[in-house]
């Protein structure tokens, strides 16, 4: 209760104008008013206290956690379409309409990507309409990296080479555009079995010759 | 210049289920004259501490059935005014509080008297 000679007492209303300008806040010391000794702050306006305390304008917390609560950062003043990253126990909406991501979260127009332990996925929409999967990168009890798309394509785009220093797995349906180049491939590198669909009637090669024009190799049985 | 002389307190009041009439359901600590016990024709409370208060419990503070104070403690509180609570003979002081009889802890309010006895009226008698 405001002047009160009560002590001890709860407040049900604080309201701290910031119309006075110099040393004006709520301000937190441990373990009491001293140099080195403000360990929280909330000012309108950054400045230093008279213990020589530098504060910052907003709120400032110097030692503690932050527990059961979302963070949000905005790119400039809170707005519409201002949310540039977010830390969130769940998916929502803020107070300015944005939806975000569970997670941490950043977003950049049509994209945004959110780190949830063990993976990293990222999502195509916007702040306005919401967000839609579309791909992850995460990790399995093995220990394997797991790269997926919900339905996009994966592409590995290099200025350089890709170089796989490990086995090649594919299980679905593989095709090149380019070609070996003109080392071709060692001998003896090319080993398994050919299908039907890929290799045309069975066939046995007796002698003769035939030719090989771009990659068709054409002769008569 | 006033020469108090104190009469320190009755003791601890616990409260109780509201017997005023103004706190029907309620816990009420009522110091009642018989319970303040001070014949003194005029008489000051300079003190009170209140302690046991339930979690978010809070009270109106009566004198003689007129809104004087209000307290919402955390636990506990002491009342030490810049000017005390000025009392005649027969007077009565209530804690009205927010909480149904049945709240557990009981508010426990403890209060100091003293009076001046150089004031005319309390030499008389």
Known sequence: ?221 | MASYVDLGTPGPNTAGPDQTGRNRGNLTNALTSSFINVTIAVYECYHINVTNVPVGAAATIMRNGRQYSYTQPFGGSEWDPSQPMGLFAGDEIDFLWNVVSGTTPLPVVTAYFRYDQDLAVNKSG
């Not at chain 1, 917390?61 to 809170?78: A, K, Q």
């Open chain 1, 1 to 221: 209760m405001a002047g009160s000679s009560w002590t001890n007492q709860l407040v049900n209303l604080i309201i701290l104008s910031a119309a006075q300008t110099g040393f004006s806040g709520f301000f937190v010391y441990s373990p009491a008013p001293g140099p080195g000794n403000l360990i929280g702050s909330w000012a309108a306006a950054a400045g230093t206290d008279p213990y020589g305390n530098a504060y910052p304008a907003g709120l400032s917390v110097e030692t503690g956690n932050f527990t059961g609560i979302d963070l949000f950062l905005y790119n400039g003043t809170p707005a519409a379409g201002n949310l540039l990253a977010s830390v969130a126990a769940a998916a929502g909406t803020d107070a300015h309409g944005n939806q975000y991501l569970q997670g941490i979260a950043t977003y950049s127009g049509t994209f945004a990507n959110a780190m949830i332990g063990g993976a990293l996925e990222y999502f195509t929409g916007s702040e306005a309409g919401g967000w839609t999967f579309a791909a992850q990168i995460e990790t399995d009890p093995g220990g394997d990296l797991i790269v997926e798309t919900a339905g996009g394509t994966l592409t590995l785009s290099a200025a350089g080479n890709v170089t796989l220093s490990g086995g090649l797995t594919v299980s679905g349906t593989f095709s090149a555009s380019g070609n070996t180049g003109s080392a071709g491939l060692p001998n003896g590198t090319i080993n398994g079995t050919s299908g039907a669909a890929s290799a045309g009637t069975a066939h046995t090669h007796g002698g003769g010759s035939y030719a090989v024009t771009n990659g068709v190799h054409s002769h008569t049985l």
